[in-house]
């Protein structure tokens, strides 16, 4: 089957850098997203990865390695507003535009 | 620019009891999407719509049926609401999907908070 790891929780301080890690089980890969999401809103898409490699967009990077099964997204310069839930997901296998989530990350940004 | 809409944005419900949460986009998306989220659990798909009169079953839809009813509406229906279907729904939509199209970029809905007693 299908299946995404993240850790619970990520503690860091304020200005600070934090990687937030992905492992997957797939079969067939077709991408890795990410996901920011406040205090129970609404998802917003962050980053996607389709080969190895970092992509980068402002503060936030993201990294994958498909041999390794494995991704991070990295936060830069941290601030309190980047508090969240950090979610990857993955395509669907057969389907590629249908996710499925990680459980998520929750991102503590303490002073 | 409102995206995506979902209405209501809480409700309880008695078990037994049914209702639809209703869903529209304005951004002329092809793709529609209803996820439940519980603590812990992250996002889980229950119905996506790929397009207009075509829906398919995600990862968790029993206890519930869906309507595409137009390119901009996706409603989702709870016939006999139970205790376990207690969760925040969200619904989203992503890009017009081409064949092999992998990053897809999904468009979330506020979410509808769902208590059944």
């Known amino acids: 089957g299908q299946s995404l790891e993240q850790p619970s929780e990520v503690t860091a301080v304020e200005g600070a850098i934090v990687q937030i890690n992905c492992t997957y089980q797939?079969?067939?890969?077709?991408?890795l997203s990410w996901y920011q999401q406040h205090d129970g809103g609404a998802p917003t898409f962050l980053s996607y990865?389709?080969?190895?490699g970092l992509e980068e967009t402002g503060r936030f990077s993201s990294f994958l390695s498909r041999s390794d099964s494995y991704g991070y997204l990295l936060l830069q310069e941290l601030q309190m507003k980047d508090s969240a839930s950090y979610f990857c997901?993955?395509?669907?296998?057969?389907?590629?535009?249908?996710?499925?989530f990680g459980t998520g990350t929750l991102l503590a940004v303490q002073p | 620019n409102a995206g995506v809409t979902q209405t209501p944005k809480f409700q309880v419900l008695k078990t037994g009891q049914s209702m639809t949460l209703q869903c529209a986009q304005d951004?002329?998306?092809?793709?529609m999407y209803w996820y439940r989220q519980d603590p812990g659990m992250g996002l889980r798909l229950i119905y996506y719509?790929?397009?207009?009169?075509?829906?398919d079953k995600g990862e968790v839809p029993n206890g519930y049926n869906v309507s595409r009813l137009n390119k901009r509406e996706f409603s989702l229906r709870l016939e006999s609401a139970a205790p376990s279907q207690t969760s925040v729904y969200f619904c989203?939509?992503?890009?017009?999907?081409?064949?092999?199209?992998?990053?897809?970029?999904?468009?979330f809905g506020s979410g509808t908070q769902l208590s059944v007693l």
């Open positions: 951004m002329n998306h092809n793709s």
């Open positions: 990865n389709g080969l190895d």
């Open positions: 797939t079969s067939g890969f077709y991408g």
């Open positions: 997901a993955l395509p669907i296998r057969g389907a590629t535009n249908k996710l499925i």
């Open positions: 719509s790929a397009s207009e009169g075509t829906t």
């Open positions: 989203a939509s992503s890009e017009p999907h081409e064949p092999f199209a992998t990053n897809e970029k999904l468009f």
